[in-house]
């Protein structure tokens, strides 16, 4: 049973457009999210995060929307850069996991020049 | 140290043989997990220590994946027997955690050991 699903494998995005990229989840206990990007033969790295008392939180081109209502989250980032190409992982945890992180399959996004 | 620190950073073994990979945590993390990407898949979940203790393993593949964590600190990863479908990527990480008073829940990830069996 999957908690957390990015239900896209991949994405490409014209460099200077908007990408979103979106992740759902299904335990309404999850408190906290987090978005991590990684790049081949490297560990994932901490992007960005939302507690879930907010719905938006932005860290520079960086905007994680969060819909509680929806159980969904998205992750903007504006405008695309060539560098942003990766792949990116939510990951969301609550109290009833010892907030473990509880991690999507990730999607792989591409930045086309 | 600074960051997190796996060794080895790659590793080729015989079908058959056993592999230790180490994870070394950021001092004072007591979460610790240990990950696995095959390749062009997601990061598939192994086990999680909170310290010394385990209290998730539902991730290991099968009775031949086996870790422990010793002192609240460094962790090992064994594979026995090792299989062709077991190369992949092993990726530690480690968090603080709850009680601590800086926790968050942002892991950070080590580099990974990129195992090969053949």
């Known amino acids: 049973d999957q908690q957390v699903k990015q239900n896209s494998p991949s994405l490409s995005v014209q460099e200077g457009r908007i990408s979103i990229l979106n992740c759902d989840y299904t335990?309404?206990?999850?408190?906290?999210f987090l978005w991590y990007k990684k790049y081949p033969a490297e560990g994932p790295t901490f992007l960005i995060s939302?507690?879930?008392i907010k719905d938006k939180n932005e860290d520079g081109r960086f905007t994680v929307f969060l819909n509680k209502s929806a159980k969904h989250l998205s992750l903007h980032i504006v405008p695309s850069q060539p560098g942003d190409s990766a792949v990116y992982f939510c990951?969301?945890?609550?109290?009833?996991?010892?907030?473990?992180?509880?991690w999507g399959a990730g999607t792989k996004l591409i930045i086309k020049p | 140290g600074a960051g997190v620190s796996q060794s080895p950073s790659n590793k080729v073994t015989e079908k058959g043989k056993d592999v230790e990979l180490r994870c070394d945590p950021i001092?004072?993390?007591?979460?610790l997990y240990w990950y696995r990407q095959s390749l062009g898949q997601g990061l598939e979940f192994l086990i999680y220590?909170?310290?010394?203790?385990?209290?998730?393993k539902s991730g290991l593949p099968s009775d031949r994946f086996s870790a422990e964590r010793t002192g609240g600190s460094v962790s090992t990863l064994t594979i026995q027997r090792t299989q062709q479908e077991d190369s992949a990527v092993y990726l530690c990480?480690?968090?603080?955690?709850?009680?601590?008073?800086?926790?968050?829940?942002?892991?950070?990830f080590g580099q990974g050991t990129r195992l090969t069996v053949v």
């Open positions: 220590f909170q310290g010394n203790s385990a209290p998730d």
């Open positions: 001092s004072g993390h007591t979460a």
């Open positions: 990951a969301a945890s609550g109290v009833d996991s010892n907030y473990q992180l509880i």
């Open positions: 990480a480690s968090s603080l955690s709850p009680g601590d008073p800086n926790f968050n829940t942002e892991a950070f």
């Open positions: 939302i507690s879930s």
């Open positions: 335990n309404s206990m999850f408190d906290y």
